[in-house]
């Protein structure tokens, strides 16, 4: 069992330089004994790509990754020079997390035509892993063309993880792809509609919001407030309709370290290879300094 986290945990607000708060709190999550941390990344704020290589280079030891990059609307070839980049920089220490997005969110945003999902991310990978194989890349896709002259100068066979938990991206993911990021898929739905769908040796790192707190009440009012974004994606309605509950905020592991860490274990106890703790700075730098240390104890 491994435990990492996902940053930024939300208490990053008021920092005057995001990325210098970002790679003090992966120092900090060494330094707590974590043997991850995972970068989000959002259309206007870090590039989580480059802020993985710089916390991996300052930590030796850590592994880093991105939680996810959405594959709309950057060119395969493009996402393939950073992370192999970063694998460098990190002498192999670097995953890049990758997932589809949503439709309804991205589109608007940038203004590029949604390609069939499923297909794309198909396309997608197989063009990742001809750079990362060190192949040629001479690909006309349906969503991709790919015609690169020469091979990678850079090198190294990245890992790819995708942010899949339909049936369909699952099974393009076990074919590949090295494992599945999913996020808000509970214990019941991760055995039930994840774990069956993917071959065995793959890795499954579950995405849990989790906080240790002595005021269990008005943290989970902030995760209701804060969380209610996800309850408008299909996917996510799809996978918490699964798991039988109405609002991400539902599961939100809260409350003392007994709590958390009986909360953290079914999700190994349900096939989770790995767990990546969310939310931990959902209402202060303390509370999350604080779990990342109760955390710290699962698979030392």
Known sequence: MTIGVTLPAGDTASAPNLVDELLDQARQAADAGLGSVWFSQLPLSQDAITVAALAGRENPGLEVGTSVVPIYPRHPLVVA???????????????????????????????????????????????????FAGEEVDFAGETVQAHAPGLSTVGGDVPIIVAAMGPQALRVTGELADGTLPFLAGPRALAEQIVPHLPSGKRILAAVPAIVTDDPDAVRALAVEQMGFYAQIPSYQRILAAEGVDHPADLAIIGDEKTVLAGLQRYYDAGATDVLVSQTGIRSSEERRRTWEVISSIGS
């Open 81 to 131: 020079n950073a992370a192999q980049t970063a694998h460098a920089a990190t002498h192999g220490r670097f995953t890049l997390g990758v997932g589809l997005g949503s439709k309804g969110f991205l589109g608007p945003v940038y203004g590029v035509e949604y390609p069939p999902p499923i297909k794309h991310l198909r396309e997608y990978l197989t063009v990742l892993r001809k750079v």
